[in-house]
């Protein structure tokens, strides 16, 4: 019996309720590993992962064919930072789920308890070929910290999280210098303060800890995993010279630490490249914005990969792409890379296996490789071109639906129907 045999064999025995086995036939698959293109390949995914992808492969007997006709089939992208889930209404409060700014919580605040699997911007991401995501929070009370991020998973029904307290976020810069005291010299104070806190505290009896410590007891202990190197601290700057300091940080207290935004951090390639600290970057930002950003430039992602450092994408558009349009404003974002110097395969990879490895699934999503989740995406055209659209989306095997709350506005109300006798309510 071959691998592939027993593969499918033991994930039909072990998901007995996922049982269909799915073929996808003659399709141009981009796997996202070193093998490279795939062409007229065969895609065999059962019980939620995949078992095989070959060049002119055969089909199990059984199995659901479906012909791609030549189309691409890429991993399900994922989004290196959202706030899915967390907002939907800007102007409504209680949709707005994703900071706080008063209390007492700060690195202890978790957004995961907050996630709305009814949210209508979740099948709208999805649709457009978006799977995975990481939802991170916008600002918690206690300066620097925002709080700790949430994997999700975009699949139908009320499970959608992937993992909770994946990785615990903090800001420094100009948009929280006000919460530390008015300096950024104070928000780097206050942060390696918070981790030297967390590190005595660990050491200390169970219940115990040091007396005069600056951080309530839910803050210290949200940091512990962060001081064991379980969990990766996400530190948003954009400066040079603040990520220089999140660089010292990471050598001095031996933790792993994730750059987002980065907008300077293309001049310190090299250094970050060497400390194995990768980055989640905008492709999309460009203009000086801030006094923070004024060495913005569309190349950074290019620059960042060709000095060997991780990347993965993620497009603000001043926080409203963060929720609305992410999977479409992602892909976006990584065309607009590629036409600034970034390789295609990296770009593609920047929004499938980048991100899952940053934020520690890589084992287990974005690739097509055997025993990774079946999260797979059939394109009508080039993934990285926005007038293309999945014209078949799974999530862990299972096939979602494409419709939306927009796609059925539009077929209730499209200029076909003007004749019609009855109203749009009856169609």
Do not use: C
């Not at 078992?51 to 199995?63: D, E, I, K, W």
């Not at 994997?151 to 976020?169: C, K, M, T, Y």
């Not at 928000?187 to 309530?216: C, F, I, M, T």
């Amino acid at each position: 019996m071959t691998r592939a045999a027993l593969l499918l064999a033991f994930l039909l025995a072990a998901s007995p309720a996922a049982g269909q086995v799915v073929a996808i036939v003659h399709a141009k698959a981009y796997p996202i590993t070193p093998r490279g293109v795939v062409e007229d390949a065969t895609l065999v995914f059962a019980g939620g992962r995949i078992v095989s992808l070959t060049a002119h492969g055969a089909t199990p007997p059984g199995a659901e064919i479906i012909d791609a006709a030549g189309r691409i089939v890429t991993p399900g992208l994922m989004n290196g930072a959202t706030q899915l889930g967390l907002g939907e209404v800007s102007g409504a409060s209680d949709t707005q789920d994703q900071g706080v700014a008063t209390g007492p919580l700060g690195a202890a605040f978790d957004v995961h308890y907050a996630l709305n699997p009814n949210s209508t911007l979740l099948p709208v991401a999805r649709a457009d070929g978006l799977t995975r995501a990481m939802s991170y929070p916008a600002g918690a009370a206690t300066a620097p910290f925002s709080g700790a991020g949430a994997l999700i998973r975009l699949s139908p029904g009320p499970d959608i999280l992937e993992r909770p307290r994946a990785a615990v976020f903090a800001e420094v810069g100009d948009n929280t210098l006000a919460k530390a005291g008015g300096s950024r010299a104070a928000q780097w104070v206050l942060l390696r303060n918070a981790l030297l806190e967390a590190k005595h505290y660990a050491g200390a009896p169970k219940g115990e800890g040091p007396r005069d410590q600056l951080l309530s007891r839910p803050d210290v202990e949200a940091l512990g995993p962060v001081i064991s190197s379980a969990t990766p601290l996400a530190i948003t700057a954009e400066r040079e010279s603040d990520i220089r300091e999140a660089i010292a940080l990471a050598q001095d207290l031996h933790i792993r630490v994730v750059i987002l935004g980065g907008s300077e951090a293309w001049t310190l390639g090299p250094a970050l490249a060497a400390a194995h600290i990768p980055v989640v970057l905008d492709p999309e930002a460009n203009l000086p914005q801030t006094f923070d950003k004024l060495g913005a430039r569309l190349d950074n992602a290019a620059l960042l990969a060709r000095n060997g450092v991780a990347i993965a994408f993620s497009v603000s558009g001043n926080g409203i792409y963060l929720s609305y349009n992410a999977g479409l404003a992602l892909r976006e974002g990584a065309g607009l890379a590629v036409a600034n110097g970034l390789s295609y395969p990296d770009a593609l990879a920047a929004i499938t296996k980048g991100p899952a490895e940053i934020w520690g699934v890589g084992d287990h999503y974005g690739r097509l490789a055997p025993g990774f989740d079946a999260d797979v995406v059939i394109w009508d055209g080039d993934p990285l071109e926005p007038a293309s659209a999945p014209v078949a989306v799974f999530v862990r095997g299972v096939r979602a639906s494409l419709t939306t709350r927009q796609t059925r506005l539009r077929d209730r109300y499209a200029p076909a129907h003007a004749g019609d006798g009855l109203p749009p309510a009856y169609r």
